[in-house]
């Protein structure tokens, strides 16, 4: 027995999607996760959330609105080009990191 919503299947939709690329954000520390209203960092779920949003677009190429086509192709543009920035930075603040470790031992 499927359970009564007040809202249309067009609305649930829009709800997922919001709701993955909100997370999405939320994981990239570009917003305050509403749990605990602070700036959190977790690349790997944000990767997790883009690429759920990614696969939804696949999938349902040919079956978007042309208002849905560009909300899901600029947010999921933008969460990999912020993710992979991040990366990006993670990894120079790692390797510098790294040298700097490495600079400071004595054989």
């Known amino acids: ?13 829009d709800q997922l999607v919001s709701s993955l690329v909100h997370s ?8 305050k996760n509403p749990m605990n209203d602070k700036l959190e960092n977790d690349l790997d779920q944000a990767s997790i959330q883009i690429d759920m ?3 939804i677009y696949k999938r349902m190429i040919g ?3 042309e208002e849905e086509e560009k909300f899901f192709s600029e947010n999921i ?7 992979t920035e991040q990366k990006n ?3 120079k603040y790692n390797n510098t990191k790294s040298k700097n470790n490495v600079k400071g031992t004595k054989s």
């Not at 027995?1 to 939709?13: D, G, I, N, P, R």
């Not at 999405?24 to 917003?31: F, R």
């Not at 543009?77 to 993710?83: F, Q, T, V």
């Open 1 to 13: 027995m499927a359970l009564e919503s007040k809202l249309t299947e067009q609305q649930l939709f």
């Open 53 to 55: 949003l990614d696969m």
């Open 63 to 65: 079956n978007l609105s």
């Open 77 to 83: 543009h933008a969460l990999k080009k912020s993710y």
């Open 24 to 31: 999405a954000w939320v994981y990239l520390g570009t917003m």
């Open 89 to 91: 930075d993670s990894n």
